[in-house]
């Protein structure tokens, strides 16, 4: 369901990207407020469609330690930066 990277690892053009902060409901109902980088066209910068588009498996990045999450485990999600 998730799991928790001791430190961030992302490429350097990861970063590069537009941040959102989000919040992850996960179906056994934890809630999440991480942040992730979405590579999208401007037309598709939705959270909902990155999502979508997105493979199952999602980094996040947390205020303490950031998460990989497997997509088939997530409730709800809701854009923070809204």
């Known amino acids: ?11 350097e053009e990861t970063v590069l990207n537009p941040e959102r902060s989000v919040q992850i ?18 037309e598709r910068s939705r959270v909902s469609v990155y999502f979508n588009f997105s493979p199952e498996s999602i980094y996040l990045c ?3 330690k ?6 088939s485990f997530v ?5 923070l930066d809204l």
């Open 62 to 64: 947390g205020k303490e």
């Open 25 to 42: 409901e996960l179906t056994n109902h934890e809630i999440l407020n991480v942040n992730l980088f979405m590579e999208m066209p401007q």
């Open 66 to 71: 950031d998460f990989i999450l497997n997509k």
């Open 1 to 11: 369901m998730l799991l928790e990277i001791p430190e961030r690892n992302l490429p």
């Open 75 to 79: 409730f709800s999600v809701r854009d």
